[in-house]
């Protein structure tokens, strides 16, 4: 059953049908074979990029498709539902172009924004390094000015879309004052000296390359800056308050696959001469499941509309990251328990939506971070 | 190079599909309405043979016959990335046969510029396959049917298309020379997905009503009182019986193939 929304435009109907057509036809077909295999499903980002759902939120004039937060979030779940790794692809893409559409010069944008929107060039954000995760403002990928060039040295690491990706955004060392140290670099995956290393063996998410990036000597050119020198760290900030409610929504989509995938479960086995459904033990394990999936769709998208109403929406955005993400856990542990044997096996995807789940606690800030980051908006003066 | 794909909505080929017990006409109302899914290639040939082509005075447009309800998948069509559409829509039409069909629409044809109709091979509620041969008699002009293949070569007023006609045994090549109908199998392309920039275009995209009369269809040579084959009779098709559980112990297999061994498919 496709999840019932209020949408508030036709345009809105209208793609939310487009994607769940290309989520039914061109994603979930492939899901389960290729996380099996850890295959990139690169020609899935293609045919999303033609249809014009890689550069939702941003301007038309860029070839963007001018969506609200409240309705290019609801996108990112469904696709996430079929997928998480094409939704939270999505979802990083979207965020790796927000450094250029919204600090970009007009000219930087207009060079390179297009494409990216498009879908031609796919994208990448490196903030993580192997010594700074949640204390990301420690980074010591250095970046020394040489003439018209940057100079970097160091290493980022947990890159999604490491080795797949056209273009990357390094948060790179330009001084020694702290956060105000950091800036943003645009460089292309072909930039000399910049080299994906092998993928992490990762615990799920498998076709979701997470790489290292090594940066030995490689010249990036001014030009290719973001915003002004210093002001990386604010630019990094500021895309993953986006990109926070992005992974709301991906663990909403997850967590609302696990919830149909057990109830369709548990009307069908029988045990003790009755579907498992009619035992309250199971129902009541349901009416959790799904009452913690509305409030998590509820709580991502109120903050989208703070969003899209221009309020502040960091604290939000944290509270509606942690709730979701903390929500499809539960819900996919749940889910497996409902099917019971069978659900800790790889013939149903419940297991596969559990070792989903856990990653979305982690990404863009640990959990903890996000209680940090809700704390300080408390004792803000 | 002008071209027009004839698009039919037929009921959800999913849905559970009734005629109407009042005159035994296939039951529209009460099931969600989609594109011919043999239409969605001949579209998707249309839009191909247009791109080949080019030049700004290329066109593809969508002609509908069907009720109001039609026009989402007119929409849809025009999302795909067609230029135009004209629906033709009058109650008179209501229970058309397919020898009417195909009357109703050179008609409309008539009131249009083409150069090439294109079509699928059959609708998935009436499954008769016959419609693309008709239009191409009444048109006069070539007959080009079960395409798996289109080649357009040529220009300037003298075109010749080229088709691989699926056969039983393997394919027929067959050529003619424009204007001409075509008609469409799956094996053909692989329809497009519309865009989301497409679904947007299309609202703003020309969509044309026809009347019989606006089309100089005469209303006695239309509908189902006029219509040269009839309905007789019909029963619902019986409700499946339980099917055979087979419980895989270790001889699954073996049980499997004695099943379809009985039942004499193997
Ligand atoms: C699959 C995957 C994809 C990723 N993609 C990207 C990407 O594209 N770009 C990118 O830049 N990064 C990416 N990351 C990195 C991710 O953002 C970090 O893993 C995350 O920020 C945590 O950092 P860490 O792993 O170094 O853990 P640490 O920071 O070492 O944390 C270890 C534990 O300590 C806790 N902790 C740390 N500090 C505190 C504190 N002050 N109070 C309480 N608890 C604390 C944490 O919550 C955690 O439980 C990705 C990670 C994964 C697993």
């Known amino acids: 059953m496709p999840v019932e929304r209020a949408l508030p435009t036709e345009e809105a109907v209208a793609l939310l049908e487009l994607t769940r057509e290309l989520a039914a036809g061109e994603v979930a077909p492939h899901a389960a074979a290729m996380e099996e295999r850890g295959d990139f499903p690169r020609e899935v980002f293609c045919t999303l990029g033609e249809a014009g759902l890689l550069g939702l939120p941003y301007a038309e004039e860029y070839g963007g498709g001018v969506q609200p937060y409240e309705v290019y979030l609801q996108v990112l779940e469904e696709l996430a539902a079929a997928w998480l790794a094409v939704g939270l692809g999505v979802s990083v893409h979207t965020l790796a172009c927000f450094p250029l559409a919204a600090y970009g010069s007009a000219q930087q944008r207009t060079r390179w924004l297009p494409e990216m929107l498009a879908g031609n060039l796919l994208g990448a954000y490196c903030l993580s390094e192997a010594g700074s995760g949640s204390d990301a403002a420690a980074l010591r990928t250095r970046a020394v000015r040489q003439g018209e060039d940057y100079v970097v040295n160091g290493s980022k690491a947990w890159v999604t879309h490491g080795g797949e990706a056209d273009f990357y955004n390094l948060m790179v060392r330009t001084s020694e004052d702290g956060p105000r140290g950091i800036s943003t670099l645009l460089a292309p995956a072909d930039t000399p000296g910049l080299t994906p290393q092998p993928p992490e063996r990762k615990m799920g998410m498998r076709s979701s390359p997470t790489a290292s990036i090594a940066l030995d000597d490689a010249r990036v050119p001014v030009g290719r800056r973001l915003g002004e020198e210093g002001q990386g760290f604010s630019i990094a900030l500021a895309a993953l308050d986006g990109g926070r409610l992005g992974i709301a929504a991906c663990a909403v989509g997850v967590a609302q696959a696990a919830l149909d995938a057990a109830s369709a479960y548990a009307r069908e086995r029988r045990q003790f001469g009755h579907a498992i459904v009619e035992y309250q033990g199971i129902s009541f394990l349901l009416a959790d499941m799904a009452t913690g999936i509305e409030a998590a769709r509820a709580l991502y998208l109120a903050a989208a509309r703070r969003r899209d109403a221009g309020l502040e929406y960091a604290p939000q955005a944290a509270m509606a990251k942690l709730f979701a993400t903390d929500t499809a856990m539960r819900v996919t542990t749940d889910a497996v328990q409902v099917f019971g044997g069978y659900g800790y096996t790889r013939d149903y995807p419940v297991e596969r939506y559990m070792r989903e789940a856990k990653v979305l606690q982690i990404v863009e800030g640990t959990n903890q971070v996000q209680r940090l980051v809700i704390g300080r908006s408390l004792t803000k003066p | ?266």
């Open chain 2, 1 to 266: 190079m002008k071209i027009v794909v004839c698009v039919k909505q037929v009921p959800d080929t999913w849905a559970e599909k009734r005629l109407a017990p009042a005159d035994s006409t296939v039951d529209r109302e009460s099931v969600d309405g989609v594109i011919n899914e043999l239409d969605e290639y001949a579209i998707e040939e249309a839009l191909r043979i247009k791109e080949s082509a080019g030049g700004a005075d290329s066109t593809v447009t969508v002609l509908t016959m069907g009720p109001e309800k039609a026009t989402e998948s007119i929409r849809k069509a025009l999302s795909m990335g067609a230029d135009a559409a004209v629906h033709l829509l009058d109650d008179a039409l209501h229970g058309s046969d397919a020898l009417q069909t195909s009357y109703a629409l050179a008609q409309a044809l008539g009131t249009l510029e083409w150069d090439l109709v294109v079509l699928g091979s059959e609708s998935t509620d009436a499954r008769m396959s016959v419609l693309p041969a008709m239009l191409a008699e009444r048109l006069g002009v070539s007959q080009l049917t079960f395409a798996r293949k289109v080649e357009v070569a040529g220009s300037n007023g003298s075109t010749t298309v080229r088709i691989e006609r699926l056969t039983e045994a393997g394919y027929d090549v067959i050529e003619g020379s424009t204007p001409a109908v075509i008609s469409v199998v799956e094996k053909i392309n692989e329809p497009r997905y519309p865009s989301f920039k497409g679904i947007m275009a299309a609202k703003k995209k020309p969509l044309t009503t026809l009347t019989i009369a606006d089309a100089g269809i005469e209303s006695g040579g239309v509908g189902l009182a006029a219509a040269s084959t009839a309905v007789t009779g019909f029963t619902e098709a019986p409700p499946r019986s339980a099917g055979t559980i087979v419980n895989d112990e270790g001889e699954g297999g073996r049980k499997l193939a004695e099943f379809l061994a009985a039942k004499k498919f193997v």
